[in-house]
């Protein structure tokens, strides 16, 4: 909260309306799906509805707590008008929708319906969050060891003939199981041709006797999201298969090997992009290389091609270049990394040489 | 799409930009996580990115596909303008952010900036979406029972002392089993006092000898959502929680045999907020009795107080009405209603009666 009211007075706000449920977790510990906060320099106050009262009130830091029954943010956005010195708030235009800030609009004094609000210029508590504090670092640690845990497991757990939904169902049970809330986004599990589908979904297909599997999946404990792929071989890979899954692995480790406080997140992306160009796959490396991750799934900074933001200690981001010949098969690997001070920190220590099942 | 069309029409657009995902799986099919969708009265484009390119082409229906590097959102806008004859098109402004409005404007040569694009009076897709056709209606039904039987197998899986979370656990794995690509929310499972918080996470915390259990959960399947809610409880009741149990019961029963077509969702939203009345109890009734349920666990239209939307055939509803004594218990019990051409269809068939594990 601290450091948000420094960035609030650097930009020539009296105030922030937040309604990211993300960003509320993040600045005042309130875990609930609908809420709104509005913060000005000296005072805070949490917006909710009669479902979330109790909770918002054991759980909610450094915020008063007020249940509302109709609109928490207009609510937010009505006592941030009233503020005595409050004469600019802002909030932010990627998490506001053009109908909400029409209703927030509506509903303020028709003097301060074209004064109070703007739109802050850039993610404000977003990129916040992309630096984690010491104590993030260990959640974001635990939530990376546990997903392979998980990985170890399934290994185990795989056999020919098996659905693909199976397999994603016993990761899934397994993760609740090792103290998962939930899982940070759909489980990936793609077989044969599939895998060569970036994001195929499991399906009641059985696994094939031959070919890549790709297993992407994450966690989310103590709200903090993980997030990591492995492609193994069902069965004796042919020498093609062996080598492009070495290009990957390369472009994968060469990437990694970038990641440092004050490099270009582009950098990175180039990194991984140029092993692959080498080897002819430029082409089939059809996305990203990564971004970062925290208590949700995709966060700033994004690797990508051309991305001038620096890398910062304590930002976590993932690396996992990909090769997907449509029709033949797909390959992707994926870590965690934190930019530590010098140097980085895999978050991830899965082994990453091709498992042969 | 060509219901669509006929609105488009009627709203004197000549196109309109889909971004939100459920209406864009809605509209032409395609169910990954990051495309845009231009419409016109002639003609249909899917705008995706490299992740999703065959998924797209084998997906997509009543629409043409372009793969981009860029934005897909900003490339569907472009295509949008170059369209002859298209002079207004729609957007929709609750799934627009004011960030994403003003790239997309910026992507536009300076006579369209003003001109091309206006924010859709109401939810022009999400409206389509609230009256599910027979096909629709038949794939909600299964999710719902699908629901019922996951209701079945957990109640015979409860053990006094196990945890929250290993009920929760469970439960999403045999969802996982009997084809749920997902559940439709966190699943809510909360025991004791912590029945009290109408969206109780499931803990470590291991179930009392006695109490209420509160099981609130949802599964998607073909991409549709089901939603329930049961109350049961673990040892033998005292007079007065039976009691709370049965005006909840009441107050649930009394709005679901309100549900039909022509009526006010304000009057079934009053039909069990009156029994709670009647019984001292609308204070601890602190949200509203329901809402509209499809692709997507939340879809208009809101079954509030006051809402003077009318219910029509086709639409499908959840009723659920609950009791929260803070620090004492909660009581919630929820069906799914199909508002069929006369009276109603309960697709929950779980029994309701108070169940004594």
Chains 1, 2 share one sequence.
Not at 170 to 183: I, K, N, P, S, V
Not at 242 to 258: C, H
Not at 326 to 344: P, S
Request: aromatic share 6%.
């Amino acid at each position: 909260m601290r450091a948000l009211r420094r960035r609030l007075t650097r930009a020539g706000l009296s105030g922030l309306i937040v309604t990211h449920l993300p960003d509320l977790r993040y600045l005042c510990g309130f875990t609930g799906s609908s809420a709104a906060l509005a913060v000005t320099r000296w005072r805070a106050c949490l917006f909710t509805d009669g479902r979330y009262g109790q909770q918002a009130s054991e759980e909610t830091q450094a915020a008063k707590v007020e249940v509302v029954t109709s609109s928490a943010a207009v609510a937010a956005v009505q006592w941030m008008a009233a503020q005595p010195g409050v004469r600019l708030a802002g909030f932010d235009p990627a998490w506001t929708s053009v109908a909400e800030l029409a209703r927030w609009k509506a509903a303020l004094p028709g003097r301060l319906r074209r004064s109070l609000l703007a739109a802050v210029p850039g993610p404000m508590v977003e990129r916040l969050r992309a630096v984690k504090d010491d104590d993030e670092l260990v959640l974001m640690t635990e939530a990376a060891r546990t997903g392979c845990t998980l990985f170890e497991r399934i290994l185990k757990y795989i056999r020919p003939g098996m659905a693909e939904v199976e397999i994603a169902a016993e990761l899934e049970h397994q993760a609740r199981l090792l103290g998962a809330e939930g899982m940070s986004f759909e489980t990936i599990v793609a077989s044969g041709a599939r895998s060569a589908l970036p994001h195929g979904r499991a399906t009641g297909i059985p696994l094939p006797r031959r070919g890549f599997l790709t297993l992407d999946f994450g966690i989310i404990r103590n709200g903090y999201c993980s997030d990591m792929t492995r492609t193994i071989f069902l069965g004796k890979p042919r020498a093609n298969e062996r080598s492009v899954y070495q290009a990957v692995l390369e472009a994968q480790e060469t990437a990694v090997a970038t990641v440092a406080a004050g490099v270009r997140c582009g950098d990175v992306d180039e990194a991984a992009r140029s092993i692959l160009r080498r080897e002819g796959l430029a082409e089939a490396f059809s996305h990203s290389t990564g971004h970062g991750v925290g208590l949700e799934i995709h966060e700033p900074p994004r690797i990508g091609a051309g991305q001038t933001s620096k890398l910062m200690p304590g930002m976590v981001v993932t690396i996992e270049p990909g090769v997907y010949l449509a029709g033949r098969f797909g390959i992707r690997i994926e870590d965690m990394v934190a930019v530590a001070r010098t140097g980085r920190q895999i978050l991830t220590p899965a082994p990453k040489a091709l498992i042969e099942l």
